[in-house]
């Protein structure tokens, strides 16, 4: 199971930091990965982590602003989010993904966590 957490309500221009932590898994054995969706958009991908967190991969729209990390031995992931944007508004969901490549499709991820709402004002 995931949990993330850490969403809320901000001024553009501000930060964030969200965490995702796993429950009954152990994070180091997957890629992880964050996605957002937008009210009345498609999901969309926004960061991705190898195991050992040497290897990331970002969507163009949030490269130099977001940073994704772990701490294996806190089985957590984060996601550094800063100069937020309105259209950074989205409900953040961390997911787990067996395997080894980094992936940017929805669908090539096996665990979901629950979202958590994030909002920024202009």
């Known amino acids: 199971q995931l949990q993330a957490s850490g969403g809320g309500l901000v001024q553009a221009g501000g930060s964030l930091r969200l965490s995702c932590v796993a429950s009954?898994?152990?994070?180091?054995?997957?890629?992880m990965g964050w996605f957002r969706q937008a009210p009345g958009k498609e999901g969309e991908f926004v960061a991705a982590?190898?195991?050992?967190?040497?290897?990331?991969d970002y969507a163009d729209s949030v490269k130099g602003r977001f940073t994704i990390s772990r701490d294996n031995a806190k089985n957590t992931l984060y996601l550094q989010m800063n100069s937020l944007k309105p259209e950074d508004t989205a409900v953040y969901y961390c997911?787990?993904?067996?395997?080894?490549?980094?992936?940017?499709?929805?669908?090539?991820?096996?665990?979901w966590g629950q979202g958590t709402q994030v909002t920024v004002s202009s």
């Open positions: 009954g898994r152990t994070l180091s054995s997957y890629v």
């Open positions: 982590i190898r195991q050992s967190g040497s290897t990331t």
């Open positions: 997911a787990a993904r067996s395997g080894y490549e980094l992936f940017r499709e929805l669908f090539g991820y096996d665990y």
